[in-house]
């Protein structure tokens, strides 16, 4: 099992350009979340996702989106990418007993 | 919402001493309290973590204590070891709320040899 895979690693966009981070999990995890972390902040929920089909906000959720079309892919997209948006980035799927298991973060730099 | 604070930003220990990370909470609701360890450059990985219906729970060197009326739980490590130098989180959430995790700012924990 690969468990949570996330793509980029890297990724430098210039102001106002548009992404998507990409995720997937191959755990069979209903639950699905976005975390932002920033230097010396903790992480803060962007969106989260209980199950194809159904996604919410979370802290943090102006100036992205997320869809979840199937169990396994939850992507995040950025549009208009502002310096801001400059953080790591953390996808995580988890279990019904409320264990998050994270991928290894997709840095993101908007110059 | 829920707001979890957390002391200290970052803790040096002599290997073999004890650690103590300590945590607070704002939502009386919330009860369900993990601690995640962030080595670098990677995920952070769930390590312990406690409900509201237990005051303590202890995984070898490793404790988390509860207490709900004051709202705070507290990460002990005993024996320290180099390999316990990392960036530690608490979080906490309700398990009627899809576990969405409200995370502490994290402290580093330096232990030296």
């Known amino acids: 099992n690969a468990g949570v895979t996330q793509t980029p690693k890297f990724r430098i966009l210039k102001i106002g350009q548009s992404m998507t981070l990409q995720c997937t999990q191959d755990?069979?995890?209903?639950?699905m979340y976005w975390y932002r972390q920033d230097p010396g902040m903790g992480l803060k929920l962007i969106y989260y996702?209980?199950?194809?089909?159904?996604?919410d906000k979370g802290e943090v959720p102006n100036g992205y989106n997320v869809s979840r079309s199937t169990t396994e892919d939850f992507p995040l997209r950025l549009e208009l990418a502002a310096p801001s948006q400059t953080s790591v980035y953390f996808c995580?799927?988890?279990?019904?007993?409320?264990?998050?298991?994270f991928g290894e973060g997709s840095r993101l730099t908007v110059l | 919402g829920e707001n979890v604070e957390q002391h200290p930003s970052t803790l040096s220990v002599q290997e073999g001493d004890s650690a103590v990370i300590k945590c607070t909470y704002s939502?009386?609701?919330?009860?369900?309290f993990p601690w995640y360890k962030q080595e670098l450059g990677k995920g952070p990985q769930l390590i312990i973590d406690?409900?509201?219906?237990?005051g303590e729970k202890k995984d070898q060197r490793i404790a988390v204590t509860l207490n709900k009326t004051a709202k705070h739980f507290s990460l002990h490590i005993t024996e320290t070891q180099p390999e316990d130098s990392a960036v530690y989180f608490c979080?906490?959430?309700?398990?009627?709320?899809?576990?969405?995790?409200?995370f502490g700012s994290g402290t580093r924990l330096l232990v030296r040899p």
């Open positions: 995580a799927g988890g279990n019904s007993g409320g264990e998050l298991f």
């Open positions: 755990m069979n995890h209903n639950y």
């Open positions: 996702s209980v199950g194809a089909g159904i996604t």
């Open positions: 939502d009386s609701a919330s009860n369900y």
């Open positions: 406690i409900r509201s219906n237990v």
């Open positions: 979080a906490a959430s309700r398990t009627d709320s899809s576990y969405k995790l409200i």
